[in-house]
């Protein structure tokens, strides 16, 4: 099995920097796709941003400029920097990863989540 475990969420007031990061353990091959998604209450859960395992970042609209990912293949973690945060960025964090495993497959894993809120 695989483990994904956030951390760095918290409260911060709007204007301010939080930086979350996961940890991905267990049966692991490699990782393919690595990213974040958030939701906030009675919203949709929707992917904030996305790594490749070769770089390649994707960002939903709102948090470009202000949020980058980055990941280090060799410790399967991925970290989520995000600046000049909102009120609107308020909301749960959760880590996703494509992980290959020994039968071959590619399997979807989610952490926990974490908390994010921005006050204002």
């Known amino acids: 099995q695989v483990q994904l475990v956030e951390s760095g969420g918290g409260l911060v007031q709007a204007g301010g920097s939080l930086r979350l990061s996961c940890a991905a353990s267990?049966?692991?091959?490699?990782?393919?796709?690595m990213g974040w998604y958030r939701q906030a209450p009675g919203k949709q859960r929707d992917l904030a941003a996305q790594i490749t395992r070769g770089g390649s970042t994707t960002y939903i609209d709102s948090v470009k400029g202000r949020f980058f990912v980055s990941r280090d293949n060799a410790k399967n973690t991925v970290d989520l920097q995000m600046n000049s945060l909102k009120p609107e960025d308020t909301g749960i964090y959760y880590c996703?990863?494509?992980?290959?495993?020994?039968?071959?497959?590619?399997?979807?894993?989610w952490g926990q989540g974490t908390q994010v809120t921005v006050s204002s």
């Open positions: 267990g049966s692991i091959v490699s990782i393919n796709d």
């Open positions: 996703n990863a494509h992980v290959k495993q020994r039968d071959g497959l590619v399997y979807n894993f």
